[in-house]
């Protein structure tokens, strides 16, 4: 079955980045000019995706918002000519129905956001974007989804040895394939305990059986429903398998992450690079 539809985990409360989280979602959070969100629903509507379900939660008004019109705002540009912002105010607009909504309502894990949509899920595949991992470029969720088949799929990618206490990291076959089969995965393990430095990072695409065991599933890591412990649960049930990533990943729910992805995406603009750049050189 073909992937349609993604789910984009929004519900977090932003604490590494008080106090401009109080009243902000972090995901709206920009990027030069453009929040974290909408280039992680740019890489799935360029994968194809045609539902795009938000799991929420209170004070993240401002989303739903941001995905539909802005009337006053658009006829004031509209009267002044400004047809080129419009267009850009517009461009992720898309057929009424697309945008779904669902209120997370305790911050209880990334799998129990998962869980909460469950219901706007049917008997389908469907893809998980984190838009705190800002993967440049356009093609990782499009490759995964090309190459999908059955099962589960993560993204992976290596990491210092230091940092893989703070990632889900998987042990793999050994290959140099970019599409690799995952044997064991751990969520959050200490150095001693992790089986590689390969960590998971925020594109997924999952079997709808994920559902049932979210359902009964004790709280893990942190004391929240980790999704990495539903996917380890299935592996040996059904396929589980790696994409490593070959474009550039921010963790742009760190404070240096962010500030490297918005000096990057800036040096890659025509618009900025030349100045940048030169200001650069005379700070470094």
């Known amino acids: 079955m073909k992937v349609k539809k993604a789910i984009f985990p929004v519900g977090g409360l932003g604490t590494r980045f008080l106090p401009a989280t109080k009243s902000m979602p972090k995901e ?4 030069v000019d453009k929040p974290l969100i909408q280039y992680a629903v740019e890489e799935a509507a360029d994968a194809g995706i045609e539902q795009f379900i938000f799991v ?3 004070g993240k008004s401002a989303i739903e918002n941001h995905f539909d019109h802005s009337f006053e705002l658009e006829n004031n540009l509209l009267a002044k000519g400004k047809r080129d912002t419009l ?3 517009q461009e992720m607009l898309k057929i009424p129905g697309s945008y ?3 209120r997370q309502q305790e911050p209880a894990g990334l799998g129990h ?6 219901h706007l899920i049917q008997n389908e595949p469907f893809a998980v974007i984190l838009a705190d991992d800002l993967i440049f470029g356009q093609s990782t969720t499009k490759e995964m989804i090309k190459n999908y088949n059955s099962g589960n799929m993560v993204a992976i990618m290596e990491v210092d040895k230091q940092k893989v206490s ?3 990291i998987v042990q793999i076959d050994n290959n140099d394939n970019d599409i690799v089969k995952i044997n064991q995965m751990i969520e959050k393990p200490s150095i001693d305990n992790a089986p590689s430095n390969l960590a998971i990072v925020g594109r997924y695409i999952l079997d709808n059986k994920v559902f049932d065991i979210l359902e009964s599933q004790e ?3 942190s004391q929240e429903i980790q999704l990495t412990d539903a996917i380890s649960s299935q592996i040996g049930e059904i396929p589980c398998f790696g994409y490593k990533i070959k474009d550039e990943r921010f963790d742009c729910g760190s404070k240096l992450g962010f500030l490297q992805a918005n000096v990057s995406y800036a040096l890659n603009r025509n618009d900025l690079n030349s100045d ?3 200001w650069l050189k005379t700070i470094i």
Request: proline share 4%; aromatic share 10%.
């Open 28 to 31: 709206m959070l920009p990027i």
């Open 56 to 58: 929420t939660s209170r």
């Open 87 to 89: 267009a850009s105010t």
């Open 100 to 102: 779904a909504y669902v």
């Open 113 to 118: 956001a998962i869980w909460c949509a469950r």
């Open 166 to 168: 703070s990632y889900g």
């Open 219 to 221: 709280r893990g890591s």
């Open 276 to 278: 940048l750049t030169n």
